[in-house]
């Protein structure tokens, strides 16, 4: 079991760097919190403080939006995720 | 019917396979309202006023600021301290004297957004923070108004478009708040995503291609990367879960 976790840039710095992470949860929430716990600066990036996604990050898996559901997921092994940061300026 | 002289003037898009001068009248009746004359803003309404567009309503409260001048490219250093309605107005009026300028220099709230938007064939979100774009997603929905989303931040942008019980809404697919106040961003970024809104405003108005429909369409300047996200119309939307699917 293998899923891949694309990281946005302002999320790859709190990674070592890394722009693609390697997990093997069944959910993304799981996927998301195996992530943090390799890279612990990661957390408050990925989780709000009740546990939920950060209300500033968008979760794609292979390509397609899972939301409003995203932590509840089902991944499977080989599907990648793609977190994206949202923006607002204009 | 087009006179001499806008057949001169839109020729060389007269000439594309399927565009021709039917689809400048088309361009010509047309009616765009532009929420925002900043980065984005500034080049929608640019590329729109060259185009031939019949009339555009910018709508934008804030005066020009010399931080606005990396990439407002409507304003210059002269405009300091006016309305940035007022300077994109005669820019654009320079650029197309034919095109109908409607310059609002008002906050767009709850309470005017209605008004503001009746009789307009489609609304461009040119803004830069999420509460008016929501404002504008809402109001868009309600009134069954394609709109036309556009954000950026850095080298980073995105665009979508939304066509009311077609496709996905901004509510669809955002969750809620985001950093706000002063971001960061090189005036590029807002050209790249500005022009496409204003590709995607043309071909909505000609009915040609295909729009970016239930796609999130994300721009990496810095990798040189778009990448495209599938994206589709949540049924318990705050916004336009209650609005018939018209696919």
Same mark, same amino acid.
């Given at each position: 079991m293998s899923v891949k976790i694309k990281l946005h840039r302002s999320l790859a710095k709190l990674a070592d760097g890394q722009a693609v992470v390697e997990v093997n949860g069944n959910t993304v929430g799981r996927c998301l919190e195996q992530m943090s716990a390799r890279f612990p600066k990661l957390k408050k990036?990925?989780?709000?403080? =009740?546990?939920?996604?950060?209300?500033?990050?968008e979760i794609y898996v292979?390509?397609?939006?899972?939301?409003? =559901?995203?932590?509840a997921t089902v991944v499977k092994d080989g599907d990648e995720l793609d977190t994206v940061v949202r923006i607002s300026g204009g | 019917m087009l006179s001499k002289e806008q057949l001169e003037r839109y020729s060389r898009q007269i000439l594309i396979n399927g565009f021709g001068e039917e689809g400048q009248a088309k361009l010509k009746r047309a009616k765009v309202f532009i929420a925002g004359v900043g980065g984005l803003g500034s080049v929608t309404a640019t590329y729109l006023a060259a185009a031939g567009v019949g009339v555009i309503r910018i709508v934008d409260h804030d005066k $020009?600021?010399?931080?606005?001048?990396?990439?407002?490219?409507l304003h210059r250093a002269e405009d300091?301290? &006016? +309305? &940035? $309605?007022?300077s994109a107005a005669k820019r654009l009026k320079s650029i197309n004297p034919e095109v109908k300028i409607e310059a609002v220099a008002e906050k767009m709230t709850e309470a005017n957004i209605s008004e503001l938007v009746t009789g307009f064939d489609l609304i461009v979100d040119a803004m830069d923070n999420l509460p008016t774009r /929501?404002?504008?997603? +809402?109001?868009?929905?309600? &009134?069954?108004? #394609?709109?036309?989303? *556009?954000? $950026?931040? *850095?080298?980073? *942008?995105?665009?979508?478009?939304?066509? #009311?019980?077609?496709?996905?809404?901004?509510?669809? $697919? /955002?969750? *809620?708040a985001v950093v706000e106040g002063s971001f960061p961003v090189v005036g590029v970024t807002p050209g790249v995503i500005g022009c496409i809104q204003a590709t995607e405003v043309i071909k909505y108005l000609l009915g040609a291609g295909q729009l970016l429909g239930n796609r999130l369409l994300v721009y990496d300047g810095l990798n040189m990367k778009f990448t495209q996200f599938k994206v589709k119309r949540d049924p318990n939307c705050q916004h336009c879960g209650a609005l018939k699917d018209k696919n």
């Open positions: 990036r990925l989780f709000e403080k =009740d546990g939920a996604l950060s209300r500033i990050l292979n390509g397609e939006s899972i939301y409003p =559901d995203e932590l | $020009v600021e010399l931080s606005n001048l990396n990439r407002q490219i300091i301290g &006016k +309305k &940035k $309605v007022d /929501y404002l504008l997603n +809402k109001i868009a929905i309600d &009134k069954e108004i #394609p709109f036309f989303h *556009g954000a $950026v931040n *850095g080298f980073e *942008g995105r665009a979508m478009t939304i066509i #009311p019980g077609q496709t996905a809404c901004l509510r669809c $697919v /955002y969750r *809620g």
